[in-house]
């Protein structure tokens, strides 16, 4: 598929997706929405791919829905754009690959959103953070969904209901963000992180991910039971075998690619 809002790149079993209107902040519109989500869906798919990393041209990661886009629309045009607009929350909840965010500059609004619906974010110590949609007459809803697993509900309305900005480092601090690094070495720390990654079980990782997802909604024992059955099914696959004869042979495994 071709693609000019987002770059796509394979290297490593690593799926690169750079967000690419830098002349725009990386701003969401329709084009970007859907070829975002579509590159999402094609990595997900690709065996090929073990991880996916979503990083940016330009000096921001993203800075929300373009403001141009918030005009000359009906109630059910924007019904239909809003819902494009939050999808990726949706698409990457449900990947079966694990999405690392690589967050220079600001991520704001929708931007931030698609940090927080990322499941690791690595972030430049000079970063931004903000659910600033309320500082224009708007509100940040669908980047709150992501958001409020992470930190809980006082702080969500708090975030949300303000619009403040917040570096890095305190981003890091309520666990919106798993690691911060010095502007230079941005890059470098995604890219170990994302071929530690991909040098795991794919099956593994699969069963990680949808497993820690599905027991978000669920009572503490119906998730462990679901867990636990998780568990065994991945105990009779070809990749839990392989990983604990590697172990035992002290050898690198050997995963199938699927």
């Avoid at 992470?150 to 619009?163: I, R």
Wanted: proline share 5%; net charge negative; glycine share 6%.
């Amino acid at each position: 598929m071709s693609y000019t809002n987002v770059l796509v790149e394979k290297r490593d079993k690593i799926g690169f997706i750079t967000l690419n209107r830098p002349q725009a902040m990386n701003t969401f519109n329709a084009p970007f929405a859907r070829e975002l989500n579509d590159a999402l869906r094609e990595m997900d798919q690709d065996p090929e791919v073990r991880v996916v990393v979503i990083d940016a041209n330009g000096k921001h990661f993203s800075t929300g829905i373009s403001l141009d886009e918030f005009k000359e629309k009906t109630a059910k045009e924007y019904c239909e754009f809003i819902h494009l607009m939050d999808e990726h929350n949706h698409t990457i909840a449900k990947m079966k690959k694990p999405v690392i965010a690589s967050v220079k500059g600001y991520a704001l609004a929708n931007g931030a959103g698609l940090s927080f619906a990322c499941d690791l974010t690595i972030a430049a110590e000079d970063a931004k953070f903000g659910t600033t949609a309320i500082n224009v007459g708007l509100i940040c809803l669908g980047p709150a969904a992501p958001l409020a697993r992470h930190v809980g509900l006082k702080k969500t309305l708090e975030m949300v209901l303000f619009g403040e900005i917040i570096p890095a480092p305190e981003a890091l601090r309520l666990g919106l963000v798993n690691k911060v690094v010095p502007p230079d070495q941005l890059e470098e720390a995604t890219l170990e992180w994302a071929k530690k990654l991909a040098a795991k079980s794919p099956l593994a990782l699969q069963a990680g991910k949808s497993g820690i997802y599905a027991m978000q909604n669920v009572p503490y024992a119906q998730a462990l039971n679901m867990l636990s059955d998780k568990f065994a099914a991945l105990c009779s696959t070809e990749d839990a075998e392989e990983g604990v004869k590697a172990f035992l042979d002290k050898r690198t495994p050997e995963w199938k690619e699927r």
